[in-house]
Nanobody, 129 residues
Framework: QVPLVESGGGLVQAGGSLRLSCVYS????????MGWFRQAPGKEREPVAA????????YYADSVRGRFTISRDNAKNTLYLQMNSLKPEDTAGYYC??????????????????????WGQGTQVTVSS
């Protein structure tokens, strides 16, 4: 059973907003650093944003910095991605991922999809022009 389930995707016009959620079904959510990735048809999966276990540190791809905000509520076992000023090029399947404790700096490695232990099944975001 996949322990991560995303929701909140949909169809939105350019300039609009969406809020994605990712719920973790285990008991140790605060033990995982978390990330959001996206993948458009015919393209490779790319990192979008990430957040440390405590939520104190956040990281963003240049393409979304200033428009997207990643956050987490450890009491609710939930990860969020607030997406504002959406553009057609943001259209993709969005996936959340969990990274367990391991050697190496998360801040240096958050972009590497191989660093993550669990993946959700994704939620589709479509931005119309």
């Amino acid at each position: 059973q996949v322990p991560l389930v995303e929701s909140g995707g949909g169809l939105v016009q350019a300039g609009g907003s969406l809020r994605l959620s990712c719920v973790y079904s285990g008991r140790t959510f605060s033990s995982y650093a978390m990330g959001w990735f996206r993948q458009a048809p015919g393209k490779e999966r790319e990192p979008v944003a990430a957040i440390s276990r405590s939520g104190d540190n956040t990281y963003y791809a240049d393409s979304v910095r200033g428009r997207f905000t990643i956050s987490r509520d450890n009491a609710k076992n939930t990860l969020y991605l607030q997406m504002n000023s959406l553009k057609p090029e943001d259209t993709a399947g969005y996936y959340c991922a969990a990274r367990g404790r391991r050697l190496g700096s998360f801040g240096l490695n958050w972009r590497r999809w191989g660093e993550y232990d669990y993946w959700g099944q994704g939620t589709q975001v479509t931005v119309s022009s």
